[in-house]
């Protein structure tokens, strides 16, 4: 009997475990692709790994300062593969098909107010400001820091059922001109 209790101890463990990657599996295998437009640098702290933070570059159409207290939905506008427009909506809005859920991507969202301009410049509107980081190994860091300085680069993501954006690469957009 008790042996009997051991094991089974053991093997639940093992079996949740086997589950949960099941499920995630399971919705990778479902999710839609798509190539979104980034920014980026790469500070590449050493304590903290080798990474590129990045800025998705969309193009947004909406309040961005709905998003203020992270109180907004972001909608893709455009067929997959195409991730370079979204919409934003405030919370009691119409759903939107293609809902990101920054928060479960792993993602940081800013609102940013407009400024007003002054004699000499003018003013920028609002606007929306979605970062995250994507790892690196340490011998790929440094060439990937280059190239994104030099070219455009966009970010081949999971969009999965639930809204999470899954990434899976980061290339340039276009071929380096020579």
Same mark, same amino acid.
């Given at each position: 009997?008790?042996?009997?209790?051991?094991?089974?101890?053991?093997?639940?463990?093992?079996?949740?475990?086997?589950?949960?990657?099941?499920?995630?599996?399971?919705?990778?295998?479902?999710? =839609?692709?798509?190539?979104?437009?980034? *920014?980026?640098?790469? !500070?590449?702290?050493?304590?903290? @790994?080798?990474?590129?933070?990045?800025?998705? /570059?969309?193009?947004?159409?909406?309040? !961005?300062?709905?998003?203020?207290?992270?109180a907004c939905r972001i909608?893709?506008?455009?067929?997959?593969?195409?991730?370079?427009?979204? =919409?934003?909506?405030?919370?009691?809005?119409?759903?939107?098909?293609?809902?990101?859920?920054?928060?479960?991507?792993?993602? *940081?969202?800013? $609102?940013? #107010?407009? *400024?007003?301009? *002054?004699? /000499? =410049?003018? @003013?920028?509107? $609002?606007?929306?400001?979605?970062?995250?980081?994507?790892?690196?190994?340490?011998?790929?860091? #440094? $060439?990937?820091?280059?190239?994104?300085?030099?070219?455009?680069?966009?970010?081949?993501v999971l969009l999965t059922?639930?809204?999470?954006?899954?990434?899976?690469?980061?290339? #340039?957009?276009? !071929?380096?001109?020579?």
């Amino acid at each position: 009997m008790n042996r009997s209790l051991l094991i089974a101890a053991l093997l639940l463990p093992l079996a949740g475990l086997a589950a949960s990657v099941g499920i995630r599996e399971s919705e990778l295998s479902r999710a =839609e692709q798509y190539v979104m437009p980034v *920014t980026g640098f790469d !500070p590449r702290d050493v304590l903290r @790994g080798h990474y590129i933070r990045y800025r998705y /570059d969309w193009q947004v159409s909406g309040d !961005p300062l709905w998003c203020r207290d992270g109180a907004c939905r972001i909608c893709l506008a455009g067929d997959a593969p195409d991730g370079s427009r979204v =919409e934003i909506r405030d919370l009691p809005s119409a759903p939107c098909p293609k809902e990101i859920d920054w928060q479960a991507s792993g993602l *940081t969202l800013y $609102a940013v #107010p407009a *400024t007003s301009g *002054t004699a /000499d =410049e003018a @003013g920028q509107p $609002a606007r929306l400001d979605v970062s995250g980081i994507f790892y690196l190994s340490e011998s790929d860091a #440094p $060439a990937m820091e280059q190239q994104m300085a030099e070219t455009p680069m966009v970010m081949n993501v999971l969009l999965t059922s639930s809204g999470r954006l899954v990434n899976q690469s980061l290339i #340039p957009s276009a !071929p380096p001109s020579r």
